[in-house]
């Protein structure tokens, strides 16, 4: 297959690739040759292994990527909330040779054992004569990314084209292409929600206006000025753009918010449709190449909470007690399809785990309905066993949050002598909100064993990189 930037700056060159908040913005032609002029410059300094960025949502970051795919070198992304230490061991684990950071990283690149290398630096050079590639293998590893690592040390994910590839075409079947889209990333490229945008740009010939970090004032006045039409976002990142809408409405052109990142609050969902604000909730994960589920938009509003079905070329299940599980019954979420990883790379324990029978096993609980939609309860390493009862901390949030002035809420275990585990809250709210005030309407919507027994008050809650709730850090 011909490279894909190559065939879309040939196809669609004078058409903008990316807009970038501060005015900024490259045609596809534009981003074809800064790439390949970028890819004989990085070539000079890398000779084997992979390549790491390290870098928030930038130009240079995606001219960087890009460039890494002309060089047929797979690009391994780090998380620039990390220590020092953690990407070395990453880098470490991905077999990374080289990397190259954004200039704002400048003291940790010079702290680093591995040759890092500024995007100024690379700029600097001169260019190598070198072959670039003209094709694309979809079988070859194009990028990695590690998971969150909530359940022990964390995992560096493949994705090979063919995975990116069939992603986007999967999306682009269930949600559809139409002549004016503009897709907004405010998610970090290197997470895969942020990524899998620049792949949808590329193969679809569709602009991204690109934020180097959500701001729901530049997201609010990227759609009402700016003509996006699809944001992907979080339930966190939801809230607050709806917040800001306040008695407002979004432009007819706005599309809808594409919602990941786990189960969306009842109450979130509910506040979105009397705003007339389209929510497509999707699932989906690192493993998964980005959105692997989608509710569509027709059923939107009528299987509210629901992830909807499998995109076209995928496949799910639920599996309880290694059986088929029947309709409505809690299980284990079990994937598969072209856009799913091969694997994780050198983990063979972690593979055998996870892909069974050509079944990925996320992890994941949740459930189908009659109709085949999914609803997925929350992640098994979230489960709350109280004495012998399972308790599903997003349900305990969804109640928590349906309280006014509420703004966040966590629910995780603590340990009990009588019960194994009991759960607790933390909570964002107003100042006029009290413990017993929440306890009363929780008692009344749920059962007893799944009351919060404590209630604790914060500023904020810990959030990773794409404002996803991190449950395993609310007690510590």
């Given at each position: 297959?011909?490279?894909?930037?190559?065939?879309?700056?040939?196809?669609?060159?004078?058409?903008?690739?990316?807009?970038?908040?501060?005015?900024?913005?490259?045609?596809f032609a534009q981003l074809y040759e800064r790439a390949r002029?970028?890819?004989?410059?990085?070539?000079?300094?890398?000779?084997?292994?992979?390549?790491?960025?390290?870098?928030?949502?930038?130009?240079?970051?995606?001219?960087?990527?890009?460039?890494?795919?002309?060089?047929?070198?797979?690009?391994?992304?780090?998380?620039?909330?990390?220590?020092?230490?953690?990407?070395?061991?990453?880098?470490?684990?991905?077999?990374?040779?080289?990397?190259?950071?954004?200039?704002?990283?400048?003291?940790?690149?010079?702290?680093?054992?591995?040759?890092?290398?500024?995007?100024?630096?690379?700029?600097?050079?001169?260019?190598?004569?070198?072959?670039?590639?003209?094709?694309?293998?979809?079988?070859?590893?194009?990028?990695?990314?590690?998971?969150?690592?909530?359940?022990?040390?964390?995992?560096?994910?493949?994705?090979?084209?063919?995975?990116?590839?069939?992603?986007?075409?999967?999306?682009?079947?269930?949600?559809?292409?139409?002549?004016?889209?503009?897709?907004?990333?405010?998610?970090?490229?290197?997470?895969?929600?942020?990524?899998?945008?620049?792949?949808?740009?590329?193969?679809?010939?569709?602009?991204?206006?690109?934020?180097?970090?959500?701001?729901?004032?530049?997201?609010?006045?990227?759609?009402?000025?700016?003509?996006?039409?699809?944001?992907?976002?979080?339930?966190?990142?939801?809230?607050?753009?709806?917040?800001?809408?306040?008695?407002?409405?979004?432009?007819?052109?706005?599309?809808?918010?594409?919602?990941?990142?786990?189960?969306?609050?009842?109450?979130?969902?509910?506040?979105?449709?009397?705003?007339?604000?389209?929510?497509?909730?999707?699932?989906?994960?690192?493993?998964?190449?980005?959105?692997?589920?989608?509710?569509?938009?027709?059923?939107?509003?009528?299987?509210?909470?629901?992830?909807g079905k499998p995109l076209f070329s995928a496949s799910l299940?639920?599996?309880?007690?290694?059986?088929?599980?029947?309709?409505?019954?809690?299980?284990?979420?079990?994937?598969?399809?072209?856009?799913?990883?091969?694997?994780?790379?050198?983990?063979?324990?972690?593979?055998?785990?996870?892909?069974?029978?050509?079944?990925?096993?996320?992890?994941?609980?949740?459930?189908?309905?009659?109709?085949?939609?999914?609803?997925?309860?929350?992640?098994?390493?979230?489960?709350?066993?109280?004495?012998?009862?399972?308790?599903?901390?997003?349900?305990?949030?969804?109640?928590?949050?349906?309280?006014?002035?509420?703004?966040?809420?966590?629910?995780?275990?603590?340990?009990?002598?009588?019960?194994?585990?009991?759960?607790?809250?933390?909570?964002?709210?107003?100042?006029?909100?009290?413990?017993?005030?929440?306890?009363?309407?929780?008692?009344?919507?749920?059962?007893?064993?799944?009351?919060?027994?404590?209630?604790?008050?914060?500023?904020?809650?810990?959030?990773?990189?794409?404002?996803?709730?991190?449950?395993?850090?609310?007690?510590?």
């Amino acid at each position: 297959m011909e490279h894909w930037l190559t065939k879309r700056a040939y196809l669609t060159p004078d058409n903008i690739a990316i807009e970038f908040s501060n005015g900024e913005a490259l045609t596809f032609a534009q981003l074809y040759e800064r790439a390949r002029e970028l890819a004989s410059k990085i070539y000079t300094v890398h000779s084997n292994g992979h390549i790491a960025m390290l870098s928030n949502n930038s130009i240079d970051m995606v001219v960087a990527f890009w460039a890494c795919t002309y060089l047929n070198v797979p690009v391994v992304f780090l998380n620039t909330r990390l220590t020092t230490r953690e990407w070395e061991v990453q880098c470490e684990d991905a077999d990374v040779k080289t990397i190259i950071c954004d200039d704002q990283y400048r003291e940790s690149a010079q702290s680093l054992t591995l040759p890092a290398y500024l995007f100024s630096d690379i700029h600097a050079f001169q260019s190598a004569e070198c072959t670039l590639t003209t094709d694309i293998d979809l079988d070859l590893i194009c990028s990695m990314m590690f998971t969150s690592g909530t359940t022990g040390r964390a995992k560096p994910v493949i994705h090979t084209y063919h995975n990116h590839w069939s992603s986007a075409v999967a999306s682009a079947l269930n949600l559809g292409l139409m002549p004016n889209d503009k897709w907004l990333a405010c998610l970090p490229l290197f997470h895969i929600g942020g990524l899998s945008i620049l792949f949808k740009s590329v193969i679809y010939g569709m602009p991204i206006y690109l934020l180097k970090r959500f701001d729901e004032e530049k997201v609010h006045e990227a759609i009402m000025k700016h003509n996006v039409t699809v944001v992907s976002v979080v339930a966190m990142t939801c809230s607050r753009l709806l917040k800001r809408l306040a008695d407002g409405y979004y432009p007819s052109s706005f599309r809808c918010m594409l919602l990941g990142g786990g189960p969306a609050p009842k109450p979130l969902l509910e506040k979105a449709k009397e705003k007339y604000v389209p929510i497509v909730q999707t699932y989906g994960m690192t493993e998964t190449c980005s959105q692997i589920v989608t509710l569509n938009e027709a059923d939107a509003l009528r299987k509210l909470g629901s992830a909807g079905k499998p995109l076209f070329s995928a496949s799910l299940q639920i599996q309880a007690d290694n059986t088929t599980a029947e309709p409505n019954q809690v299980g284990e979420i079990v994937v598969k399809g072209p856009m799913v990883t091969p694997g994780y790379y050198h983990r063979e324990t972690a593979n055998k785990e996870a892909f069974r029978d050509g079944w990925f096993h996320t992890g994941d609980l949740g459930y189908l309905d009659e109709e085949g939609f999914l609803f997925v309860v929350d992640r098994r390493s979230d489960l709350i066993i109280s004495g012998g009862e399972n308790i599903y901390p997003a349900e305990v949030e969804e109640v928590l949050l349906s309280f006014e002035g509420v703004q966040e809420a966590g629910v995780t275990a603590i340990e009990d002598s009588k019960w194994g585990q009991v759960p607790v809250a933390y909570v964002v709210a107003n100042e006029d909100v009290t413990a017993e005030q929440l306890l009363v309407h929780c008692r009344a919507r749920l059962a007893s064993f799944k009351v919060p027994k404590q209630i604790y008050f914060r500023n904020h809650l810990p959030r990773n990189a794409t404002k996803k709730l991190q449950r395993h850090l609310l007690n510590s």
